[in-house]
């Protein structure tokens, strides 16, 4: 989710997935005892996937987690969270169900408590091996709210649970009630909606201490991770949890190379619902190669079954997957509730003066950064932050852009005039010439489209006077998320809703108050205040514009308005855009993706903004 996110995310492509499924047949892999299921689809076999990146942002910590691809896979796979979504595509893969509860909450009157109840027979796999209690689910937050685990979810729900503070580990939770093992109770310090869709991210699903208190440093855990869901990695069963000292990381997961899962044998179907996770498959193989076109032609061949990418195919694969009769079936894709973006740090010169951010995103060839993406296939051109999906379709790139140019390939001289307004530009040209234009560092992914469009992005800001220096990197999300790095530009970043609401989107991105020194995710610093400046060990140009109290207005108008705190957030998308200027919006994409021509059943989900892994089915007489 999202993005992540989610981001959110992001951020995503995907392919792929997992599965199905059905009883165990007494042998202890929990496979399925038939050949198909009542549906015709056809259970077991593998699924070969191959991925660009494994590692994400926190090393498969669930805690630390923030991409749409991670949110896909641990919430198919094996991280059940009190509610969870459906796994589907369009509105009803944005809607709650419940997973580990056994319905959606009893709140009070006053809206300030949630009463969750479990249902029996959840169990954690192996090694644990042993029944999902309420201290489990009370867990997971206690560990979102130490400062050394880098959770970036902690904003959501500091101040809004009782007691609920960034420190060290906690040892309490004073709105964090577990009076049974079945029962968990959340005390809020206000009215607070969207805390359903809170209590399904990836970051609250069930924790065992025994194990996960083990690992209290940022990305640690997510080699030892224990399953709560259909799948485990392979090698669980061999993890020794009688002590700290004796784990070894599980031999299923290694972030630099590969993620291996198969059956959880402790898992009950009767404890899930086969319309949110079906689980056809017996086992779900990712492995590394950061070769992106490599990966597609193996699918084409059939040597795989698909992929999870950070982005869509290489343009040639999409045009030739879009014309081919023979093909287009096996071309896949999803509408994603996202934006992709250039983050431009308001902090760092010269994008601490507006005029410098209004002047690149006239002159930004977006229609140019498409061309590289695929064209029109890959999805529609940006021109403001929110995708309009998540307020009911609408402002459209039509209905608003802030900036236009012609087709939108940019208005060189229009960027001109305003980059001449900026003290940046001694001689009114409209070329920026101080030294602060010259080696702007841009952070980037290593990974097409974003190294195929990154020369549009160079082009374009050249005409302005902005000399970029691309740095293209693997980790290139933990350089833009570490404060004290002060990267100007980044042109890696998209953002996915967290949850299907606006304050997971503007309402989060942009709080000053959320602000992390490592794991921050407001790239443009938007309300950063000289206190914070100070603890993060960087220096601010000047007083940085914050819209902490728009934001407050829009989620206290969402307790008794709803159409009314929809139009607030269309209003704050536009004050970002015209005032305050974090972003240059160019893509509100479609998740596209080729399957191999084993895959007998596919499925995308709304929720992650990838493929649904517990829906996809293969046959194996089929592969390559």
């Known amino acids: 989710m999202r993005l992540r996110a989610a981001a959110a995310l992001l951020m995503v492509l995907s392919l792929v997935a997992a599965a199905c499924g059905g009883g165990d047949d007494g042998d202890g892999t929990g496979a399925s005892p038939t050949p198909t299921d009542a549906g015709g689809v056809q259970e077991g076999g593998v699924y070969r996937v191959e991925t660009d990146g494994i590692a994400y942002t926190s090393g498969g910590d669930p805690s630390g987690e923030y991409l749409g691809i991670y949110f896909g896979l641990a919430s198919n796979l094996f991280d059940r969270t009190l509610l969870t979504y459906p796994h589907t ?65 902690a904003f959501y729900y500091e101040g809004v649970i009782e007691g609920a503070e960034v420190g060290e580990a906690p040892d309490d939770i004073s709105g964090i009630e577990t009076p049974d093992d079945k029962t968990i109770i959340f005390h809020l310090t206000k009215p607070t909606p969207d805390f359903p869709f809170l209590v399904s991210m990836p970051a609250t699903g069930a924790m065992p201490e025994e194990v996960a208190g083990c690992w209290t440093q940022a990305g640690e855990y997510g080699r030892y991770v224990v399953s709560s869901g259909p799948y485990m990695y392979e090698g669980s069963d061999q993890l020794d949890a009688s002590s700290c000292d004796t784990m070894e990381p599980i031999s299923g997961f290694d972030p630099e190379d590969h993620a291996y899962f198969v059956r959880n044998p402790d898992y009950d179907p009767a404890t899930d619902d086969p319309s949110v996770r079906a689980n056809h498959v017996d086992e779900i193989r990712i492995d590394l190669n950061t070769n992106v076109a490599d990966i597609f032609d193996k699918i084409e061949a059939g040597e795989i079954e698909g992929a999870v990418s950070s982005g869509n195919p290489p343009p040639d694969v999409l045009q030739r997957y879009s014309t081919d009769s023979e093909l287009q079936d096996r071309l896949k894709s999803g509408g ?71 087709d939108f390939a940019g208005d060189e001289e229009a960027a001109k005039a305003e980059m001449a307004q900026s003290a940046y530009d001694s001689d009114g040209d409209g070329v920026c010439d101080d030294d602060a234009c010259k080696g702007v560092v841009m952070v980037n992914r290593n990974t097409e489209p974003w190294t195929t469009s990154e020369a549009v992005v160079v ?35 998209g953002w996915g809703k967290d949850y299907p609401d606006s304050a997971s989107f503007v309402g989060f991105l942009f709080d000053g108050r959320g602000i992390n020194a490592e794991g921050n995710y407001n790239y443009s610093l938007v309300g950063i205040t000289p206190e914070q400046a100070q603890e993060f060990g960087i220096t601010l140009p000047g007083e940085i514009p914050s819209v902490d109290a728009d934001i407050d207005a829009c989620k206290e108008l969402a307790l008794t308005d709803e159409e009314g705190a929809v139009q607030c957030w269309i209003d704050l998308d536009k004050k970002l855009m015209e005032e305050v200027v974090p972003w240059i919006p160019y893509l509100w994409p479609n998740i596209l993706t080729t399957i191999s021509p084993a895959v007998t059943a596919w499925e995308f989900d709304q929720f992650s903004g990838s493929t649904a892994w517990s829906k996809v089915a293969v046959d194996p007489s089929l592969q390559g």
């Open 336 to 406: 994603d509730d996202r934006t992709w973006y250039i983050t431009m740090n308001l902090a760092a010169p010269p994008f601490d003066d507006i005029h410098v951010r209004k002047a690149a995103n006239l002159v930004m060839d977006k229609a140019g950064i498409l061309r590289a993406w695929g064209g029109e296939i890959s999805g529609q051109i940006a021109t403001h932050i929110q995708p309009p999906a998540l307020t009911g379709g609408t402002p459209t790139a039509e209905e608003y852009d802030p900036y236009p140019s012609p």
């Open 89 to 153: 595509d369009g509105g009803p893969g944005n809607s709650l169900v419940p997973d580990l509860a056994t319905d959606m909450p009893d709140i009070s009157e006053d809206g300030l408590t949630y009463t969750f109840t479990l249902k029996d027979g959840i169990k954690f796999g192996p090694p644990l091996s042993r029944e999902i209690t309420s201290a489990d689910v009370e867990y997971a937050f206690k560990r979102i709210f130490t400062e050394s685990v880098v959770a970036q979810y």
């Open 459 to 493: 082009d374009s800001l050249s005409k302005i006077g902005i000399e970029v220096d691309v740095r293209e990197a693997e980790d290139h999300y933990t350089i833009i998320q570490t404060v004290a790095n002060q990267t100007p530009l980044g042109m890696n970043p």
